[in-house]
């Protein structure tokens, strides 16, 4: 079956850094990719989109300068969170679908503790 | 209103129970339904697609009813490696998650 692999799995960075996270689809390509976050007790929100070769779109909310998603190739997306602060503290959670697929692929998330 | 509503739960159940969920959603444009499994500190699985015709994966009866825009998940025979969050998909141009609902299955 479809694989996407996620990495950090865990990362805890100081305040004010940027952190990369890194999904790629292992043994199929990738059209589009979602990027989720999760809180702790809460379901996951999707934070934006990404399409290989265009701009990511962004949900309600989701600051795109500080979030910046780059979805370079068929089977690399990353995200970095720039100037980290406490609040960012989270599961984040990628995801990958392929035209004519119902159902997506999760990478195995990365929990980033911001101290 | 939220797009996906869930019962948070938590449901304690003993095993052997059969135990049922329900979703309803808002957007009545939707076009996929699923329900994911999600363990603690891990990634959402995909458990089983729903259609409106009812699908069944074993000991997992899911159902989908469109006029009313609800979704539902029976668990028959629990076991005590079914204790998860339960969460209910609703796909239309984006997957939309419920806050799902916490199984908990005792011996």
């Known amino acids: 079956g479809a694989v996407v692999s996620q990495h950090p799995s865990w990362v805890i960075c100081k305040s004010g850094t940027s952190v990369k996270i890194e999904c790629r689809s292992l043994?199929?390509?990738?059209?589009?990719m979602f990027w989720y976050r999760q809180f702790p007790k809460q379901s996951l929100m999707l934070m934006a989109t990404?399409?290989?070769?265009?701009?990511?779109?962004?949900e309600q909310g989701v600051e795109k300068d500080k979030f910046l998603i780059n979805h370079a190739s068929l089977t690399l997306s990353t995200l970095t969170v720039t100037s980290a602060h406490p609040e960012d503290s989270s599961f984040y959670i990628c995801?990958?679908?392929?035209?004519?697929?119902?159902?997506?692929?999760f990478g195995s998330g990365t929990r980033l503790t911001v101290v | 209103r939220k797009e996906v509503e869930q019962d948070p739960g938590p449901f304690n159940v003993p095993e052997g129970a059969t135990v049922a969920f329900n979703c309803t959603y808002s957007?009545?444009?939707?076009?996929?339904f699923f329900w994911y499994r999600q363990d603690c500190r891990k990634e959402p699985k995909l458990l089983m697609s729903v259609y409106s015709s009812g699908n069944e994966d074993g000991r997992f009866t899911a159902q989908l009813n469109r006029a009313s825009q609800y979704i539902s998940l029976l668990i028959r025979d629990s076991k005590l490696s079914d204790s998860a969050t339960y969460l209910c998909v609703v796909k239309g141009n984006k997957l939309v998650f419920g806050a799902g609902t916490i199984l908990r299955v005792k011996s």
């Open positions: 990404s399409n290989e070769g265009s701009k990511a779109t962004y």
């Open positions: 995801s990958a679908g392929q035209t004519g697929r119902n159902g997506y692929t």
């Open positions: 043994d199929f390509q990738a059209t589009t």
């Open positions: 957007n009545s444009a939707s076009q996929s």
